[in-house]
Nanobody
């Protein structure tokens, strides 16, 4: 059974950095795409970034390009999201997700597995 466990959220001031991690277990992820999504209060869950496990191809939402970096550690089965220059509008619950699709999907309904989420709050 696939398990995704996020960590690293917190409360920071605007301009600060945070690094989120997602520990993945339960199967071999070599052919998976893994991603980060976020959901702010009263809003739909939205795509943030995704990475192909096999070749590290990445995709980012326009709102985070140049500020966030997604990466994976194959040896530790860990997904990370380095978030720099954080803004108050980045405040949300951040979710790690995985899909067996062989392309980088940005759609929430194309991801098969989800973590429980970690809160990121950015104060102005």
């Amino acid at each position: 059974q696939v398990q995704l466990v996020e960590s690293g959220g917190g409360l920071v001031q605007a301009g600060a950095s945070l690094r989120l991690s997602c520990a993945a277990s339960g199967r071999t992820f070599s052919r998976y795409t893994m991603g980060w999504f976020r959901q702010a209060p009263g809003k739909e869950r939205e795509f943030v970034a995704a990475i192909r496990w096999i070749n590290s191809d990445t995709n980012y939402a326009d709102s985070v390009k140049g500020r966030f970096t997604i990466s994976r550690d194959i040896t530790k089965n860990t997904l990370s999201l380095q978030m720099n220059s954080l803004k108050p509008e980045d405040t949300a619950v951040y979710f790690c997700a995985a899909t067996s699709r062989t392309y980088i999907s940005t759609r929430t309904n194309e991801y098969d597995y989800w973590g429980q989420g970690t809160q990121v709050t950015v104060s102005s």
